[in-house]
């Protein structure tokens, strides 16, 4: 099952990549998986249509520690596999 993107801005921590999302530009309508990425700020991305590059949505890469655990625990794979490495650089 697809989930429809949420929202204009959300946290790059997100499952966003499972997320379908449709341009008003031009109709393209697919996974954000296939969007494509730009970095903006050290804090921002943003999210293109692969198709006519116009701006879908923006990202927040800044994120807690604590809000990285409660994505992990709702199934981000983002955040679980950051939870993952970093519990990997601990025991080195
Ligand atoms: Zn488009």
């Given at each position: 099952m697809t989930i429809k993107q949420p929202s204009y801005m959300f946290s790059a921590w997100e499952n966003y990549k499972q997320w379908e999302s449709t341009c008003p530009e031009c109709n393209w309508t697919g996974?954000?998986?296939?969007a494509v990425s730009d970095y903006e700020t050290p804090m921002v991305s943003s999210l293109h249509c692969p198709k006519c590059d116009r701006?879908?949505?923006?990202?927040?890469n800044q994120a807690s520690q604590e809000e990285i655990?409660?994505?992990a625990a709702r199934g981000s794979q983002q955040a679980i596999h950051h939870l993952?490495?970093?519990e990997e650089t601990k025991d080195q």
């Open positions: 996974l954000l998986a296939q701006k879908l949505a923006l990202m927040n655990v409660d994505l993952k490495r970093q």
